[in-house]
């Protein structure tokens, strides 16, 4: 391609190099200019541009970033439209990304005009999340170099998808190990199941012996567990240790042990009945992110993990005081710019969270106190159920039986966060799991909000789904950010790794473009936190016990 700067009058055909203004017109850079734009330009006095102009054998950046794209795509990949010399490439299927480096390194040093990136190798993806861009540096590059790449890069790029299995769950009991960190440890794991489809078959409970380890894995295998975990009350320090050696009694096997990830060092891997088994490192406890992740999330997507490539994994392996990503770019292929068209009729699900403690109400749970006759969980209860959302979904903790006797009568899913002591994070983690991945959104509310009414709600949905740049919609009151927030699917997996009582403020912080607000109006900010509020607001509480 020639570069460089000629007379207007001979510029017919070139490719404009920058935004030019011409009179009341502006010329884009990138524009292949016509005669009528030539006359237009002489007219406004504009005498010189800087222009590029096609050598014989030269390809259009739009055209070169398609044959890159659609040659680098493999299994369960969707190629957007090229724009201004760019093509993304979307996953077609929640499941983790593959790709071969050598392939993506030959091709990228072969013009340097000719470019892709990638997200990084074994990368959980969800279906729709951007995992590669093909750009096009200049207006143009040369045919040959363009077929030598795209035949560099040919299928380089896949998403292998989850296969969604029936888990069983081996945890060994000891007197220093409390009940509710077992549960929670259920529980966290079920949120890593779900990603994938996948659910906790069972729990086998068992005493920590090899031969209580070899029978629970014996009973999960008669149900029909296809995929065993165990979690051990004290760690695995040794290939003879009881998880091992309970394997190995089974008649399993032990493939691996150890690993240089950190958190994550004491995983451990085997097979019984044929079947994957992972001993799960004491990290795999929480939710954080650890090397039991970068495992478990490779075989449920049916992606062998090797001993040589658990050793392998030691560059990047350190995961300590990891925060959540911002996953920036990450729309669908018809969601990529605000102008394409998006899904008519999302399926969004409410997430009413109740499991809070009311502690500044003195006792009684705020939830259960009446305002015009309806308590204030049933009046949200309500308000989700006659909107626009496919499921309302309401997460029970303090007093959850009185809860749910007030919303027996409706259609609402009721789901309990065991560890509503701990914070909000659970109930959103609880409900998540409720909502499904079925659903493209939620619209997570709080239930002492009476105000927040059906119309909000279905405000809410309609901004979303008229709205592709901006799939995370916060509700304003006179211009300040509260709640709700409805949140796009490809946010999940941030509000899955959300701990304790901090909300998701820092999600939203971190993508402010992703970012749309819904006025709700002032009224809407009723608080009804003291008994001293809700009796100035005219409620009161009916006789509830506490249980």
Request: net charge negative; charged share 20%; hydrophobic share 40%.
């Amino acid at each position: 391609m020639e570069f460089g700067p000629v007379p207007t009058a001979t510029a017919a055909g070139c490719i404009l190099a920058h935004a030019t203004r011409a009179g009341s017109a502006i010329f884009k850079k990138g524009r292949k200019l016509s005669e009528d734009d030539i006359a237009v330009l002489l007219e406004a006095g504009v005498e010189g541009l800087t222009v590029g102009r096609l050598s014989p054998g030269d390809i259009g950046e739009d055209e070169a970033a398609r044959m890159i794209a659609e040659a680098a795509g493999g299994d369960n990949l969707d190629v957007d439209v090229p724009f201004t010399g760019r093509v993304n490439l979307y996953a077609s299927a929640s499941g983790i990304f593959t790709v071969d480096r050598q392939a993506v390194d030959a091709m990228n040093r072969i013009d340097p005009g000719i470019t892709i990136a990638t997200l990084p190798a074994f990368e959980p993806v969800d279906a729709g999340r951007m995992v590669a861009t093909a750009k096009i540096i200049p207006f143009a590059v040369g045919g040959k170099q363009t077929q030598t790449a795209a035949e560099a890069i040919s299928g380089a790029l896949n998403v292998a998808p989850y296969r969604p299995r029936k888990v069983g769950l081996v945890a060994t009991c000891l007197p220093h190990l409390k009940p509710s960190t077992m549960d929670k440890t259920r529980q966290v794991l079920g949120a890593r199941l779900s990603p994938s489809g996948s659910t906790l078959l069972a729990e086998e409970r068992v005493p920590h012996t090899e031969s209580a380890v070899s029978d629970a894995l014996s009973r999960l295998h008669q149900l029909g567990a296809g995929f065993f975990v165990l979690f051990g009350a004290s760690a695995v320090v040794d290939g003879d240790d009881v998880l091992p050696s309970g394997i190995r009694r089974a008649g399993g096997t032990v493939e691996h042990f150890g690993m240089p990830v950190d958190p994550g060092n004491l995983l451990l891997t085997g097979t019984y009945k044929g079947l994957p088994v992972i001993g799960a490192p004491g990290c795999a406890r929480s939710p954080k992110e650890n090397g039991f992740d970068w495992v478990l999330n490779r075989l449920l997507a049916d992606i062998p993990v090797t001993g040589q490539d658990i050793t392998g994994m030691g560059v990047g392996g350190l995961l300590m005081e990891i925060s959540s990503r911002p996953q920036l770019r990450t729309q669908s292929p018809l969601q990529t710019r605000k102008d394409a068209p998006h899904k008519a009729d999302p399926k969004v699900a409410v997430v009413i969270l109740a499991a809070g403690k009311s502690s500044r109400m003195g006792g009684p749970n705020k939830l259960l106190a009446h305002l015009h006759g309806k308590s204030l969980i049933r009046t949200a209860a309500d308000a989700a159920l006659a909107s626009k959302a496919v499921k309302t979904i309401v997460v029970t903790g303090h007093m959850a039986e009185a809860i749910e006797d007030e919303l027996a009568a409706t259609a609402a899913h009721l789901t309990h966060n065991p560890e509503f002591n701990e914070g909000m994070a659970g109930s959103i983690l609880a409900g998540l799991g409720q909502a499904g991945e079925e659903c493209d959104a939620v619209l997570i509310m709080l239930g002492d909000m009476p105000a927040i009414g059906t119309d909000v709600l279905n405000g809410m949905i309609s901004q979303y789904a008229a709205s592709p740049g901006t799939p995370i919609i916060v509700a304003t009151a006179d211009g300040k950010r509260g709640n709700p927030v409805l949140w796009d699917k490809q946010f999940f997996p941030d509000l899955r790794r959300l701990e304790g009582d901090i909300g998701a403020r820092h999600i939203i912080a971190a993508n402010p473009q992703l970012v749309g607000e819904y006025e709700i109006g002032g009224a809407a900010r009723l608080d009804l936190d003291t008994p001293e509020a809700l009796e100035a607001a005219g409620g009161l509480f009916p006789n509830v016990k506490e249980s």
